[in-house]
């Protein structure tokens, strides 16, 4: 069954697009997620 939405909802989930510190969208490079306003990295494991 199709549920619109789910998809996205499913990859906020994996994948944060805002940087928990300064709120600026998060760049990603492979499993490391970067910000490049503040600096602040982290790795898939601590998701």
Do not use: Q, W
Request: hydrophobic share 25%; net charge negative; charged share 30%.
């Amino acid at each position: 069954m199709f549920t619109p939405g789910a998809d996205d909802e499913a990859k906020n989930m994996e994948d944060p697009e805002e940087c928990i510190v300064c709120g600026t969208k998060i760049k990603r490079i492979h499993c490391t997620y970067f910000c490049p306003n503040c600096g602040f990295k982290t790795d898939c494991s601590d998701l």
